[in-house]
């Protein structure tokens, strides 16, 4: 996104010279964590899947100030607080319910130094975009950007296909690769297990940290600290802890 990590950075930088590391949710193979940590930050990354850490392990094998731990964002204690936890790209919508959401929001409330910040980056839902999945193009696969493979010249192309269940506010996600040998010739094509994402307005999210005696220092529309409004694709909630 546009400014994202020079928005993380920033914020990063401050809660350095406060002391300590920051803690990553989230954390997948390292893409905000390592960035962090080549600026001089030190970062804790936190993640659920094994194979996501040991690529980020890889990545950050000869840089000082990248740390990482297998752990669930729902029941994890690291026995320490930070002066800065992150949950970026939506990883916080991977939590369905109420009570998942709540049990996240209640350990980093733990894990958060008095006066620190906790940045939560979720999607600004689109209503009319969603309700267009249930009559027009859900679960129809689109065209959703390619990427050339390192080393071998293959061509990834990626589809996606979402639907959208209005009960549960759940976004369904399904990605396809079609994967081409370096001369265009079709290899294999790839077919992704779906992924549910739940779809968070405004006024929820503003409930659930009530509920745990949190408030919004600031809610941005986008990583250039604009104000959200109706058009805004993005919703960036800062978060302070009470000193």
Known sequence: WPGELDFYLDLALEAARSGGEGLEIGCGTGRIALRLAQAGVAVLGLDISSNMLSLAREKSASLEGARWIEGDMRSFDL???FPLILIPGHSFQHLLTADDQLACLRCIHDHLLPGGKLVIHLDHQDVVWL??????????FAPAGQVEEAGTGRLIRRARA????????????????EILEADGTHRETLDGSPVRLHCLFRFEM???????GLAAEAVYGDFQRGELCDHSSEMIWVVRRAA
């Open 79 to 81: 026995g320490r607080q």
């Open 131 to 140: 309700g267009g999945l249930r009559v027009q193009a859900g679960g129809c």
């Open 162 to 177: 979402w639907s959208f269940e209005p009960s549960t506010q759940t976004a369904i996600s399904r990605t396809r690769w």
């Open 206 to 212: 503003e409930h659930l940290l009530a509920r745990l």
